[in-house]
């Protein structure tokens, strides 16, 4: 009954667009002057870290990345692996908690539970295989959320196997989540299957994004920097597999890219991927990262680190590219560590502002970008 409601809900989609013509774009300069022009034409203010509320809060709630989606007019954080106080008898241990915003962009509202497993975002689906010893537990990535309607939403997984004593793992595939408002938190169901197996590339993890009938996924894989690019109409195509399209690059890597249909295995990922300005044709980043649409440069903004040192942001006229070479923010003499960038355009209350955080395995540090261009 739950897979008949839900593909109801999918099948009437509303079409999100995110550009608003009309408005001029701002050109920046090249990525070396941008350096310079710190401080004057544009400028980083660290806000503080993310605070939680309530119990677990006041306990040292922490962990790996935490994204924002805005779904039903609430805003929403969906995270990585979390405990309170690197100890997971603190409050618990959860693979992938979401949980409400509020009004401050820096605060999430964890006050409805004392037990961090509590909010469990994306449990494996009842026919998913067992974990096999020496695995014993279930591991869930999760992609950020995008709206399919007013009241639901849709996102991916990739689900692992793990728990071994040597920290080993095993990768079992991408699947299709659909996201709806719950009483205290925002709940994460499958309806079937993985979308994939184990050998493809892990679908939409890096970040998704929902323009006019189209869901973009992206995730980083390949060779060093090479983030891909996959599309699907917004409806219960997402649940098939083969109605997916990837941009394809030819070997020459000159030659104009074309979509192809179907999800790609890992193995040829190289074969895939947008392409930017850099020498490379390649993004400078080996982490997580967000897609959204810049109201200020009237383009689309693509953000990423390098593990533990720079932040980056690439800018183009399509979802898919070309993009421009990369602009960095912060670097390891800024004292901050790039890890699991997350941009949050919807706590902005002006065009040339821009909220982020990142930071790993510990406190989420908040920051405020701002243009004046």
Not at 100 to 105: D, E, L, R
Not at 138 to 149: A, K
Request: hydrophobic share 35%; with cysteine; aromatic share 14%.
């Amino acid at each position: 009954m739950m897979f008949i409601v839900l593909l109801t809900v999918v099948i009437v989609p509303v079409v999100i667009a995110w550009p608003s013509m009309g408005k001029k774009a701002i050109k920046l300069p090249d990525s070396d002057t941008f350096i310079r022009q710190n401080g004057t034409k544009w400028q980083i203010q660290y806000v503080g870290n993310i605070k939680f509320t309530g119990s677990i809060g006041e306990l040292g709630l922490g962990g790996d990345k935490c994204r924002s989606s805005f779904l039903g007019g609430r805003h929403i954080w969906n995270c990585g692996d979390m405990e309170c106080a690197s100890d997971p008898f603190k409050c618990g241990f959860s693979m992938g908690p979401a949980f409400y915003g509020t009004k401050s962009v820096s605060v999430i509202n964890t006050t409805a539970h004392a037990n961090v497993g509590d909010f469990q975002f994306a449990p494996p689906w009842h026919g998913d295989p067992k974990p096999v010893p020496p695995q014993s537990q279930y591991g869930m990535d999760t992609s950020n959320v995008v709206p399919i309607n007013a009241t639901t939403g849709l996102a991916y997984v990739w689900e692992i196997t793990r728990g071994a004593p040597d920290g080993s793992h095993l990768d079992q595939g991408a699947g299709v989540v659909f996201v709806t408002l719950g009483e205290t938190q925002p709940i994460a169901k499958r309806v079937g299957p993985l979308l994939t197996g184990s050998d493809s590339v892990a679908v939409g993890i890096f970040a998704i994004a929902r323009v006019q009938q189209y869901i973009y996924n992206y995730n980083l894989q390949g060779p060093f920097g090479n983030i891909l690019v996959g599309r699907v109409e917004a409806s219960d195509a997402a649940l098939s597999a083969s109605k997916y399209e990837y941009l394809l690059y030819p070997p020459d890597n000159k030659t104009a890219p074309i979509w192809t249909r179907g999800i790609p295995a890992a193995k040829d990922a190289a074969n895939y991927g947008m392409r930017t300005t850099e020498s490379s044709g390649r993004f400078a980043c080996s982490q997580y990262g967000s897609v959204t649409w810049s109201r200020y440069f009237h383009k689309y903004m693509l953000m990423c680190n390098l593990f533990l040192d720079f932040t980056f942001f690439y800018l183009a006229e399509n979802p898919w590219g070309p993009w421009t070479g990369g602009y960095k923010l912060l670097g390891d003499d800024s004292g901050w560590l790039g890890y699991g960038v997350s941009a949050h355009p919807r706590w902005s209350t002006k065009d040339n502002e821009l909220y982020f955080s990142q930071g790993p395995s510990g406190p989420l540090n908040m920051f405020k970008l701002t243009f004046h261009y």
